[in-house]
């Protein structure tokens, strides 16, 4: 059975500080992958989607960044955090041929406050 | 301009009720449609896919979904305290870019 495992739970960080946030997918060879951000209660926006090693494509600019180091393991990170960077990041995979028609499987997301 | 709408924003029925959701998009490019559920402090998961026009049937869930109008319902019969949840209607192009664009969302409330 696949898993997807994403690191930290929740987080309380400053405005100015550096975040890193990962997943790990267990289970699913070289899966699509992908970050995703939701405000509180909000609705949900990529960020960033990864077909492979080492290529992270970008979706839209929020001053973050994302890396694929292995097959099974995605990075969203950024040096400086600021206030709108609140909110809860959510790590996907899809199956590569499943990928054009939308069946994502989310984790169980990281909260992140930013003060 | 948001290529996903949803409405309402939230609802209420009774425990045993029927829910209506609806969704409608902007966008003629969209060809795959989903429903995805998501409780509170957890990942969304998906519940179900339409992607022909007519009804779709899974159990207590029924997906309806009509191309020319671009519009795509969820109706949950015999509602559980357990579907309080916040529903998304998301849409994919087909692309392989596994973007799915998502409504807002509407917060569903069963209460017995």
């Known amino acids: 059975a696949q898993t997807i495992h994403q690191w930290p739970v929740a987080e309380i960080k400053a405005v100015g500080s550096p975040l890193s946030l990962g997943c790990t997918i267990k289970g699913k060879s070289s899966p699509n992958l992908y970050w995703y951000w939701q405000a509180t209660g909000g609705t949900l926006q990529q960020l960033f989607y990864s077909i492979t090693v080492g290529q992270v494509e970008s979706v839209v600019q929020l001053n973050l960044s994302a890396s694929r180091p292995k097959d099974d393991q995605f990075i969203l990170s950024t040096e400086k955090l600021l206030l709108s960077h609140s909110g809860f990041y959510l790590c996907?995979?899809?199956?590569?041929?499943?990928?054009?028609?939308?069946?994502?499987?989310f984790g169980e997301g990281s909260k992140l406050t930013v003060l | 301009q948001q290529k996903v709408q949803q409405s309402p924003e939230s609802l209420s029925v009774p425990e045993g009720g029927m829910a209506s959701l609806n969704c409608t998009s902007s966008d003629r490019n969209f060809q795959y449609f989903w429903w995805y559920r998501q409780h509170s402090g957890e990942g969304p998961k998906a519940l179900m896919s339409i992607f022909s026009d007519g009804d779709k049937k899974e159990g207590r869930f029924t997906a309806h979904l009509n191309k020319a109008s671009l519009h795509v319902s969820l109706h949950i019969r015999d509602s559980q305290p357990s579907d309080s949840a916040l529903y998304f209607c998301a849409a994919n192009t087909g692309a392989n870019t596994g973007k799915l664009t998502f409504g807002h969302g509407t917060i569903l409330r069963v209460h017995p």
């Open positions: 996907a995979w899809s199956l590569v041929l499943g990928s054009n028609t939308g069946q994502l499987y």
